[in-house]
Nanobody
């Protein structure tokens, strides 16, 4: 089992920035591909960004390109999502996810079903 705990969410004004963190434990974090997803009220969970086990390969949803940056520190067992130029429509619960196959045997970073482990989420609210 792998446990994932997100943090860093909160209330921010439009145009502001936040950095989310996801701390992992229980498995060899450095072997796992990671993803960030989000879910707004009444909407399906959607992909935001993904990163492979080494951090060399990253993938972004169109909505995140140019504004968000995913990164990881394998020494700290943590993956980050730096979010700049936040918009009202970025308001959602943000989840991190992990899977050994993603980024190694599978390039389906954007498919929620590809991930075996999920955190409980952290709320991000962007106000006008």
């Amino acid at each position: 089992q792998m446990q994932l705990v997100e943090s860093g969410g909160g209330l921010v004004q439009a145009g502001g920035s936040l950095t989310l963190s996801c701390a992992a434990s229980g498995r060899t974090f450095s072997s796992y591909g990671m993803g960030w997803f989000r879910q707004a009220p009444g909407k399906e969970r959607e992909f935001v960004a993904g990163i492979n086990w080494s951090g060399v390969n990253t993938v972004y949803a169109d909505s995140a390109k140019g504004r968000f940056t995913i990164s990881r520190d394998n020494a700290k067992n943590t993956v980050y999502l730096r979010m700049n130029s936040l918009k009202l429509e970025d308001t959602a619960v943000y989840y991190c996810a992990a899977d050994f196959k993603v980024g190694r045997y599978s390039s389906a970073y954007n498919v929620p079903g590809e991930y075996a482990y999920w955190g409980q989420g952290t709320q991000v609210t962007v106000s006008s």
